[in-house]
């Protein structure tokens, strides 16, 4: 019984074409719509980086002028379980106001051909011109392995074309490939495999059509076999990757530290040399106070989010964050979720906002609503200004063990409870408001690849500027809003008291001041005070306001190069009182782990459920689950004399 | 005697086997065919994940993990058996 496919016109050529990218998950489609448009859109070794489709032009040197691409999430078939699958299919049979596209690239990675080939037969059966690009060709010659691309491509009757996507390897043949989609008529091996109806008949058309092919199949990846008897060891594998976190966390602290300095050096050099040379007009001041010292008490921070980011960007290239999901995937099913659920709350330990959206790879709506409503509980690098500079203040640098100190341990400490929390919450949801079954989990493992310095280097660069863009936006205009109810009303300078405390008391009577001890009845059994109070609701913009705030307050405060920290902590002799005691202080860090102070997350939720029911639910039970918390903590610090 | 890939891992049983059927028809057991899980393919265990569940598995060249309630669908047999 054959069906006839229904083949759309390859002639006369309308321009300009639209080229779709279609391949399972890992195969390396992004690394090659990168390689074709000259995109950097994210790429990364574990399933479900890509999530939407995104567009680019091919670039205009293979040949071909207005040829569009189109980069798919990775599927394993056309049927679609999950949100970014569905992206995919709706492209390829023609949704979101587009028609289908006029042709697809199949992705297919050459070390485990027979995985790959089904899902050209089903593209192949929507009647869509099909090319294929085989990567990894350098990992199948690494491991022994050997095929001729010429040869596939006379069984199958499509173009094929070998290419080393993240070197650049065959991209100017797929490039010309792809700039003339009217050329690939399907021949006779595609179009059969496409008429098979189960699985198993495509992976049995799949088999005929290798063994067809001379070809030498790959050796086993002997280093991919070889860590992970080390890394997913039950002992030593946990024993690697807490140490490896811990001296991490102690890293930022240690490492960071000199880098910090210097830029939060230039920073009072600048505000200074503002005051000393500008006329002393309120305009002056808010240069020099509001924006440069607000802002860039955030930006000193730059250092530490360039280390973070290089860990997360690495860990998630060479293949290790796959296997954390293998690893933890125990521990989500006693939550009632499963692996890629962590994988989405990984993502959200850089920010939330792609790791909402990474949910789209989970089939369940129930377990993705579950994910998006506690991956905000993440330890994203928002927080980590604010930590860094409490930590600093009040926890002391004193050793515990080795390289550890209590200021890396306190910092380790508040990723855990994070993760704790999201774990704990997830688990409640889904014994109650979101009960339901688990769909089955399958993740599968890429092999180890060690990450190409550039390419990380690239994406550290890519996560800077996107902090700097932040702190040149949203942080910038909450600073300068708070400059202004934090020096009016205006009142005249009373000439027997010094400078300092002039600014004291403009700073005492502002309106920001009056709304701070508005809201003491709330934050007074915690101990803080309205500077504490006005900096938690400027953070509501982004949590990074928190610290402009301070650096605002303190600006008039202390000796030349005395840092915040040095002035948060109290100077001791004569000088300001401490900010906080550290029981308020361990309060403090508590409530920003748990609290949902993130615009963008809030928008995020929004539209990724469509509506406003549980950005406001997310954001009520998280701001009383921290308020709660903060209050236990003060309670107990102060019981055990903090 | 055809066994589950569930009982497979519980015995870490490194040998080649071969994949007799997918048990069900619904959703999850068409979903396990379409990634390759299906009669006729090799497959082999190769390791439980450090907590024991879920376990890798070798299948068509790539490494695969599945938690045990997926992999009691799987019947194997020993390969050309
Ligand atoms: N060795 C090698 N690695 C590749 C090749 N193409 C992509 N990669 C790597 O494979 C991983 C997955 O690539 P990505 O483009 O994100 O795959 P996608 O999920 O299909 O979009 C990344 O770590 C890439 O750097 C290739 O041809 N050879
Ligand atoms: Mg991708």
Redesign the pocket.
């Known amino acids: 019984m054959t069906t006839l496919v229904r083949l759309r016109p390859t002639t006369p050529p309308r321009r300009p074409g639209r080229i779709a990218i279609l391949?399972a998950?890992?195969?390396?489609?992004?690394?090659?719509f990168n390689a074709l448009t000259g995109h950097r859109a994210k790429?990364?070794?574990y399933?479900g980086?890509?999530v939407d489709r995104r567009e680019g032009d091919l670039q205009r040197r293979f040949g071909a002028d207005g040829v569009r691409l189109v980069?798919l999430p990775?599927v394993y078939s056309l049927e679609p379980q999950s949100e970014d699958e569905t992206v995919a299919v709706r492209v390829l049979e023609g949704g979101f106001g587009e028609a289908p596209p006029d042709g697809v690239v199949g992705?297919v990675d050459a070390t485990t051909i027979e995985r790959g080939l089904p899902l050209l037969a089903e593209a192949a059966g929507l009647g869509l011109p099909v090319c294929v690009a085989l990567?990894?060709?350098?990992?199948l010659k690494a491991r022994h392995g050997e095929i001729d691309p010429k040869e596939l491509q006379d069984r199958l009757g499509v173009p094929v074309v070998g290419?080393?996507?993240?070197?650049g390897l065959g991209i100017d043949d797929l490039g010309a490939l792809v700039s003339s989609p009217w050329d690939w008529t399907p021949g006779p091996g595609l179009l059969h495999g496409a008429e098979a109806k189960t699985p198993e008949d495509r992976f049995g058309w799949a088999r005929e059509v290798l063994g067809a092919c001379r070809r030498q199949a790959p050796e086993p990846n002997r280093w991919t076999r070889r860590l992970d008897r080390f890394l997913l060891h039950p002992a030593i594998g946990s024993a690697v990757f807490l140490a490896f976190v811990a001296f991490f966390f102690q890293a930022i602290f240690t490492w960071a530290t000199p880098a910090m300095d210097f830029l939060s050096g230039l920073m009072d050099g600048l505000a200074d040399q503002i005051l000393a040379t500008l006329p002393d007009t309120a305009f002056t001041r808010l240069l020099a106070d509001g924006v440069i010292r607000g802002v860039g008490a955030v930006i000193v921070f730059l250092p530490q989010i360039v280390l973070l980011f290089t860990v997360i960007l690495f860990l998630e290239?060479c293949g290790y964050m796959a296997r954390a999901a293998f690893v933890v995937d125990r521990v989500m099913g006693w939550v009632g979720l499963e692996g890629r659920c962590f994988i989405a709350l990984l993502s959200s330990y850089a920010c939330a906002v792609p790791g909402i959206m990474a949910t789209r790879t989970i089939p369940s709506p129930r377990d993705r609503l579950t994910t998006i409503l506690v991956a905000p509980f993440a330890t994203c690098s928002a927080r980590l200004p604010v930590y860094i500079l409490l930590i600093a203040a009040f926890i002391p640098a004193d050793p515990v063990l080795g390289p550890f100190t209590w200021q890396g341990l306190t910092l380790t400490g508040l990723y855990f409870l994070g993760t704790g929390a999201a774990l704990l919450s997830a688990a409640v949801f889904k014994r109650g408001l979101l009960r339901g079954a688990t769909l089955p989990f399958y993740l599968e493992l890429?092999p180890y690849?060690l990450?190409r310095p550039s390419?990380i280097a690239l994406g550290v660069w890519d996560r800077a500027k996107l902090f700097l863009r932040r702190a040149g936006t949203i942080i910038l205009a909450a600073s300068v809003v708070l400059w202004f109810l934090l020096n009016l009303p205006r009142r005249p300078a009373d000439p027997q008291l010094s400078v300092t405390e002039n600014q004291r008391a403009v700073l005492e009577g502002s309106y920001a001041a009056s709304a701070g001890r508005l809201l003491e009845p709330v934050f007074a059994p915690m101990d803080f005070d309205w500077r504490i109070n006005v900096g938690l609701v400027a953070s509501q913009a982004a949590r990074e306001v928190m610290v402009a705030t301070l650096a605002q307050i303190y600006a008039h405060e202390g000796e030349d190069g005395e840092g915040l920290g040095v002035l948060l902590a109290g100077s001791g002799e004569g000088g300001a009182p401490p900010l906080l005691s550290r029981a308020s202080a361990l309060a403090l860090l508590v409530y920003f782990a748990f609290a949902m102070q993130c615009m963008s997350t809030l928008a995020v939720i929004r539209r990724e459920t469509g509506g406003w029911r549980w950005p406001v639910f997310t954001f009520a039970y998280m701001n009383g689950l921290a308020w709660l918390s903060a209050w236990l903590t003060f309670v107990l610090a102060s019981a055990a004399g903090a | 005697m055809d066994r589950t890939l569930a009982d497979v891992a519980d015995a870490s049983d490194g040998r080649l086997l071969e994949i007799a059927e997918v048990t069900g028809t619904d959703a999850d057991s068409r979903r396990l065919r379409e990634i390759g899980f299906c009669a006729g393919a090799p497959v082999r265990f190769i390791r439980r994940a450090p907590l024991g569940d879920p376990a890798m598995y070798e299948l068509r060249g790539a490494l695969m993990s599945l938690r045990r309630s997926e992999a009691r669908r799987i019947r194997v047999h020993r390969a050309g058996a």
């Not at chain 1, 990567?135 to 990992?139: A, G, K, L, P, Q």
């Not at chain 1, 290419?163 to 070197?167: A, E, I």
């Open positions: 391949g998950p890992n195969s390396g489609k992004t690394t090659l790429a990364g070794n399933p980086v890509t980069d990775g992705v990567t990894m060709i350098d990992e290419v080393v996507g993240n070197r290239a890429p690849r990450p390419d």
